[in-house]
């Protein structure tokens, strides 16, 4: 992960990696390996009742900043039609702890 030198306490800086309603759930989805921007948006929508259908260009900003973030990566292989993957760099894979961390504080508080 990267800072902006003017970034001073980790701790903003982690709550600015993570900001947005869908980077949790993007990072946990590609715990199983790497997946089409179609792919994560379908498992976006899985299992949440309430969810509706995910905006291109959000689910488009927030594959980029985990990517500025260097906690995805994102894979181009040039071919026609395009075929993108994204991935979990190994800060994404450290940070599955975290999401787990952050899921077990839930099941017993809320």
């Known amino acids: 992960m990267t800072r902006k030198k003017t970034e001073k ?4 800086a982690f709550q600015k ?7 949790l759930r993007i990072i946990w989805k590609l715990k199983d390996g790497p997946q089409r921007y179609n792919e994560i948006k379908r498992g976006l929508l899985t299992g949440h009742d309430e969810t509706q259908e995910v905006a291109p ?5 927030e594959l980029k900043q985990l990517c500025e973030f260097k906690v995805i990566s994102r ?16 800060a994404g ?6 999401i ?11």
Request: charged share 20%; with cysteine; hydrophobic share 35%.
């Open 100 to 110: 787990e961390s952050m899921h077990k504080w839930g099941m017993k508080h809320i």
């Open 17 to 23: 990696m993570i900001s947005g309603k869908y980077k």
């Open 93 to 98: 894979v450290s940070f599955l702890s975290v």
């Open 57 to 61: 260009r959000v689910l488009s900003r």
């Open 9 to 12: 306490c980790p701790a903003a």
């Open 75 to 90: 894979t181009d292989f040039q071919t026609h039609p395009p075929k993108v993957e994204y991935s979990l760099t190994d």
